[in-house]
């Protein structure tokens, strides 16, 4: 069974500009969530999707949005970026996002912002 | 609400001794464990998972971690460390008050392994 696959790897953004990134969770899992982790905070949660709908939500600014597809695939955009928004994006699935299902994460996208 | 503190921020042993990763948690509820590891430039690969049956909980790569409640604690340990354990690993709870994907990670313990 292939596992929670991202793109890209990695990106280099200027500040200002925006960023999709893309996550394609394990065939059958229905909730996908992103992370972002950064040296100083840690592992924060982004936000979490089921079934095209967004379900919960971090603390971060509305500059961060997601959606997710029919068939489970998932985006999250970041608009205007900032030098701060430069980190390692983590996308996880799970079946049903239980609160003890654990989490299959992807390798994640770097994101750079210069 | 959880929360979880991970002991030491970095824990360094020697090859073939004992491993001892340090997790203390809070949660208003019955909680579910995770411990997680993270390789340079990887994602998360999950070891071990606890929840409510059997306190002493086996994972992959001969880890292991015992939930203690009267402690709120549940440490990972693994009787001798091998070169490819040296990551940094994740203690993680969430409760039913964390539906929807949101677990609560640690700070994170980074392991060194010397030959």
């Known amino acids: 069974k292939a596992g929670v696959t991202q793109t890209p790897r990695y990106l280099i953004k200027t500040r200002g500009q925006q960023v999709t990134l893309s996550c394609s969770p394990i065939s059958g899992h229905r909730s996908v969530s992103w992370y972002q982790q950064t040296p100083g905070q840690g592992l924060q949660f982004l936000f979490e999707?089921?079934?095209?709908?967004?379900?919960n939500k971090g603390n971060f600014p509305g500059r961060f949005s997601g959606r997710q597809f029919s068939n489970s695939r998932s985006e999250m955009n970041v608009s205007t970026l900032e030098l701060g928004d430069s980190a390692l994006y983590l996308c996880?699935?799970?079946?049903?996002?239980?609160?003890?299902?654990?989490?299959?994460f992807g390798n994640g996208t770097r994101l750079t912002v210069t | 609400a959880q929360s979880v503190t991970q002991l030491d921020s970095h824990v360094s042993v020697s090859e073939g001794t004992p491993v001892l990763l340090r997790c203390n948690y809070s949660s208003s509820y019955s909680p579910s464990l995770f411990w997680y590891v993270q390789h340079p430039n990887k994602g998360l690969q999950l070891l071990l998972k606890?929840?409510?049956?059997?306190?002493l909980v086996k994972g992959i790569n001969g880890f292991e971690a015992e939930f203690k409640k009267s402690e709120t604690s549940f440490h990972l340990t693994k009787p001798s460390a091998h070169m490819s354990d040296a990551a940094e690993y994740f203690c993680?709870?969430?409760?039913?008050?964390?539906?929807?994907?949101?677990?609560?990670f640690g700070q994170g313990t980074e392991l060194s392994v010397k030959p």
């Open positions: 999707y089921f079934s095209e709908t967004q379900r």
């Open positions: 993680v709870v969430s409760d039913r008050a964390n539906q929807g994907g949101k677990l609560i």
């Open positions: 606890y929840t409510s049956a059997a306190t």
């Open positions: 996880a699935s799970s079946l049903g996002g239980q609160y003890n299902s654990p989490l299959h």
